[in-house]
T-cell receptor, first 114, second 113 residues
């Protein structure tokens, strides 16, 4: 398996624009997580899905953020409208249902909002 | 919810010395404690983990210890090498049911050649 695949790797956009980040989890993994990493806050869990169903979105900072998982092999994280404070590295991760919790991270999407 | 505190935030050691990173957790129900290593510009990757029915686990130069009573766990790296330089994250979660991993704030380890 190629691992968790994220796109784009880098995104530079202007404030107010819509940003869509994409993730393909490892085949067979039942859980998918979206994390945001910044120097100030470290790794923050934004939302996670189990079998394509959102389980906990309490980490989503505000209504500008939304996430979907239309099928087992694809998820998106959307920010609309984007703001400079959204600049961060966004990681997608997946894990097996009963594997003891190991998270397999993608390479991350580095977002810069000007 | 779970709260994980990690210390120190930065750590510099001479090559060959040992490094110790400490974490505390708040939820006594947590029973799974992984450690992730993140090299500069790379993704976090699991390097070792420990479950609550075990007090210590070793894998070559790295070891983790767990004190359930005190709710703290530590990462020990012996004979450090320059390639050990990275940010290390501790985490805590419960196995079974819905998994939610809470990470510490990270420790930037620098191994000086």
């Amino acid at each position: 398996d190629a691992g968790v695949i994220q796109s784009p790797r880098h995104e530079v956009t202007e404030m107010g624009q819509e940003v869509t980040l994409r993730c393909k989890p490892i085949s067979g993994h039942d859980y998918l997580f979206w994390y945001r990493q910044t120097m100030m806050r470290g790794l923050e869990l934004l939302i996670y899905f189990n079998n394509n169903v959102p389980i906990d979105d309490s980490g989503m900072p505000e209504d500008r953020f939304s996430a979907k998982m239309p099928n087992a092999s694809f998820s998106t994280l959307k920010i609309q409208p984007s703001e400079p404070r959204d600049s961060a590295v966004y990681f997608c991760a997946s894990s097996l249902a009963l594997a003891g919790g190991e998270l397999f991270f993608g390479e991350g999407s580095r977002l810069t909002v000007l | 919810g779970e709260n994980v505190e990690q210390h120190p935030s930065t750590l510099s050691v001479q090559e060959g010395d040992s490094a110790v990173i400490k974490c505390t957790y708040s939820d006594s129900a947590s029973n799974y404690f992984p450690w992730y290593k993140q090299e500069l510009g790379k993704r976090p990757q699991l390097i070792i983990d420990i479950r609550s029915n075990v007090g210590e686990k070793k894998d070559q130069r790295i070891a983790v210890t767990l004190n359930k009573t005190a709710k703290h766990f530590s990462l020990h790296i012996t004979e450090t090498q320059p390639e050990d330089s990275a940010v290390y994250f501790c985490a805590a979660s419960m196995t079974g049911g819905y998994q939610k991993v809470t990470f510490g704030t990270g420790t930037k380890l620098q191994v000086i050649p």
